[in-house]
Nanobody, 121 residues
Framework: QVQLVESGGGLVQPGGSLRLSCAAS????????MGWYRQAPGNQRELVAT???????NYADSLKGRFTISRDNAKHTVYLQMNSLKPEDTAIYYC???????????????WGQGTQVTVSS
């Protein structure tokens, strides 16, 4: 079994910062791409950022310069540093991990449970 545990969400004022974490654990052999997505009420889930095993990053155009994705391969953990937060960043943030389990040759995609981020004064 594989578990993804997210943390770091909460309530923050406009202009503030938050750092999200997502740790994968279980019978993991190898982790490839990791990423963050978000879903606001009434909207579809959208890409925030992704990062490859070697550290190549990709961001939603509207978030470049404010959000930074990073990862710790030894800990199977992905982070999202969010700065200069705006009310429109309010959403549930989900981590996404593509990994290979022990004894398997295929890669499987997993989603975290989601963490609420609310930007409000």
């Amino acid at each position: 079994q594989v578990q993804l545990v997210e943390s770091g969400g909460g309530l923050v004022q406009p202009g503030g910062s938050l750092r999200l974490s997502c740790a994968a654990s279980g019978n993991i052999f190898r982790v490839s791409a990791m990423g963050w997505y978000r879903q606001a009420p009434g909207n579809q889930r959208e890409l925030v950022a992704t990062i490859t095993h070697r550290g190549t990053t990709n961001y939603a155009d509207s978030l470049k310069g404010r959000f930074t994705i990073s990862r710790d391969n030894a800990k199977h953990t992905v982070y999202l540093q969010m700065n200069s937060l705006k009310p429109e960043d309010t959403a549930i943030y989900y981590c996404n991990v593509r990994l290979q389990r022990l004894g398997r040759v295929d890669f499987t995609e997993y989603w975290g449970q989601g963490t609420q981020v609310t930007v409000s004064s």
